[in-house]
């Protein structure tokens, strides 16, 4: 049986490499999520390299902008006969300015995608979500409470650090259900985010690794987890 799962942030970076891994399996259906469409064409090149028989169906919208949790909601509905076995939030918005600096725009903007986006589209995906599935949210190692923080990244570590409290809260309104809902804090993987937060500094693991990780956690740990903030980080930068 087709298992359907909604990626977002899937462009490059992290998200690319969870869909490419995902892509080995064909039994399982994807609806990929970015704004940028040439990486969502590369992503189905590459995707079509690794399995030809592997259904990834790609969406070109940006989370920012309130119509597209409609458009998302009616994508599944339509095409994945309104049942989804899970859903990565993986799309993250990184501003580095001085805390003074942030416009509220930027502000904005952060919290939208960071936040409002991934509470709202899994408040309007819930009544597809089939008894198996498995809400994983990414966040950062940096929202975390008293880990490292880092100047210049206060709009970015705040919005993130948001995730984890309504991993927790999430898990308690549907513990009567089978979903469950998680959130995996990374630390330093080596993407176009981590060279514009941190530029030089070279992480200890690449997408491709951590997204092998994230493919894993998510197949494997609705078993063992719900309602957990799970550290991933070997490094702090
Ligand atoms: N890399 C790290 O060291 C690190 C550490 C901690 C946490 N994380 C988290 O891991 C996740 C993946 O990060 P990454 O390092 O792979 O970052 P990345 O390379 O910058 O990729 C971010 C992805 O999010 C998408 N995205 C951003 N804004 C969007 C919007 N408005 N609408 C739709 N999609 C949007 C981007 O696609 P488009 O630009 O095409 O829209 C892109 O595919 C993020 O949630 C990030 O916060 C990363």
Do not use: W
């Not at 939030?89 to 300015?97: F, M």
């Not at 600096?101 to 819930?126: A, G, H, R």
């Not at 809902?181 to 500094?201: D, K």
């Amino acid at each position: 049986m087709m298992r359907n799962i909604l990626v977002t942030g899937c462009s490059r970076g992290i998200g690319f490499e969870v869909v490419k891994g995902l892509a080995q399996d064909s039994s399982i259906s994807v609806l990929a999520i970015s704004r940028d469409e040439k990486g969502l064409s590369r992503l189905i090149e590459e995707c079509r390299l690794i399995n030809t028989n592997f259904h990834l169906h790609t969406l070109s919208i940006d989370l920012a902008m309130d119509r597209s949790i409609e458009t998302i909601s009616e994508y599944v509905k339509i095409n994945f006969n309104s049942s989804l076995d899970g859903v990565i939030h993986n799309a993250g918005y990184l501003i580095k300015k001085a805390f003074v600096d942030i416009t509220t725009k930027e502000l904005k903007d952060s919290f939208q995608v960071n936040c409002i986006s991934p509470f709202l589209l899994t408040q309007k995906l819930t009544p597809y979500l089939n008894k198996v599935a498995h809400v994983l949210f990414i966040s950062s190692m940096g929202g975390i409470q008293s880990s490292k923080k880092f100047p210049g990244l206060s709009a970015y570590t705040t919005s993130k650090s948001t995730l984890m409290t309504m991993t927790e809260c999430l898990a308690e309104e549907f513990k009567m259900t089978n979903i469950k809902f998680n959130c995996l804090a990374l630390g330093a993987v080596q993407t176009e985010m981590l060279s514009c937060a941190f530029p030089g500094y070279e992480a200890p693991l690449s997408a491709a690794e951590m997204g092998a990780y994230i493919i894993d956690f998510y197949i494997n740990a609705r078993k063992y987890f719900n309602g957990q903030v799970i550290p991933i980080a070997l490094t702090t930068p």
